[in-house]
């Protein structure tokens, strides 16, 4: 079976090989058809050996955690032969800790998850993957071209769950958002912000290319520019950069009573000048909160899954700039200014 891989902690190991054996049983009872999977940074990272771990002694890693493929068979009975899919990401731990054991693994306390592609578990860019039944996400028959999506919706989904529920510390009735980012998590960010009909606005520097009319596509604001300069104190910000002056600087923008979910990851290594004291006060004398998001748990999936089957699909399409075969991956992860999200197709 051919898939791609690397050898975790050897930078720019990646290949496309044609020896992999069928996925093990115990990877899960529903056997899946690779369709496609979505390229994006965390694949980066892992190539250049930044983290990600291999699930047994020969170090190999399938790699590729934003899947979208058919089902071929389910000894459960659960799932049907041709219903369209993805993979839930993450799995608890095995201890397991408090929130794992309620299906909260998203919010895992000890560090013993495992996630498919990046941590201990193989992941989706292979022919043929298997999911346990409970890990399986369906898809609407009409997302087969986008359904790669729904693990990056996922984690916008979750960001919006803990705005929502932050926000009934009080009246909660925000009115603009502000996205810094316009990358795949920003724009999918900004399309949950218009289906809650609240004023969107998204901030990114490019000033070209495909972004400003996908902004526009959802009926929201682009900017380009610093933060300081929007002309407004966004209710709610959703950073999707991880770069730290944008950081410090929304933080900063927010409005009185604001909320700033943290979904961009930084490199760190970088020193940044901050009045740390000045910031502490200000969030605190307007009642601010600023938290980090990351991954999804089961219920965020299937939330993602209904925004994407309620999104304008010609949009949707639109954010997938460059679908490239399997077999041309290193096509896949270069670095293209106009790239929105790629995708591998294991389909042709």
């Known amino acids: 079976m051919r898939g791609l891989i690397v050898e975790a902690g050897r930078a720019d190991s990646v290949r496309y090989v044609d020896d992999l054996p069928e996925p093990d049983e115990s990877e899960g009872q529903v056997l899946v058809q690779a369709l496609a999977v979505g390229v994006c940074g965390t694949d980066r990272e892992i190539i250049a050996a930044e983290y990600g771990t291999a699930p047994g002694p020969d170090g190999r890693l399938v790699i590729g955690h934003e899947s979208l493929g058919r089902v071929i068979s389910d000894d459960s009975g659960r799932w049907q032969p041709g219903e369209l899919v993805a993979g839930v990401v993450r799995r608890p731990d095995p201890v397991p800790c408090v929130n794992c054991l309620v299906g909260e693994w998203d919010m895992c306390r000890n560090g013993q998850y495992v996630e498919c592609g990046i941590k201990e578990r193989h992941g989706f860019a292979r022919e043929r993957w298997r999911v346990e039944?409970?890990?399986?996400?369906?898809?609407?028959?009409?997302?087969?071209?986008?359904g790669m999506l729904l693990e990056p919706t996922s984690i916008v989904a979750k960001a919006w769950e803990h705005i929502e529920r932050i926000g009934l510390r009080a009246r909660y009735d925000p009115r603009t958002v502000l996205v810094t980012g316009a990358g795949p998590i920003g724009l999918l960010a900004a399309l949950l912000?218009?289906?809650?009909?609240?004023e969107v606005h998204?901030?990114?520097?490019?000033?070209?290319?495909?972004?400003?009319?996908l902004v526009a596509g959802l009926g929201a604001t682009y900017h380009t520019g610093s933060v300081c300069d929007i002309g407004f104190q966004p209710d709610l910000v959703l950073e999707c950069t991880g770069a730290p002056q944008v950081i410090a600087q929304v933080i900063d923008q927010v409005g009185p009573n604001g909320t700033v979910a943290l979904t961009g990851v930084s490199s760190g290594g970088r020193k940044l000048a901050l009045d740390l004291g000045g910031l502490n006060r200000d969030m605190v004398l307007e009642n601010n909160v600023v938290f980090g998001s990351v991954n999804a748990n089961l219920r965020h999936w299937q939330e993602a899954a209904h925004a994407l089957r309620s999104a304008d699909p010609d949009w949707l399409a639109a954010l997938i700039t460059r679908r490239v075969p399997a077999d041309h991956y290193t096509e896949a992860l270069e670095n293209r200014p106009d790239d929105i999200k790629v995708v591998l197709d294991f389909a042709s």
């Open 133 to 146: 039944p409970d890990f399986a996400v369906a898809l609407d028959p009409a997302l087969i071209e986008v």
């Open 193 to 198: 912000g218009r289906q809650r009909d609240l």
């Open 202 to 213: 998204v901030l990114d520097r490019a000033d070209t290319g495909p972004k400003p009319d």
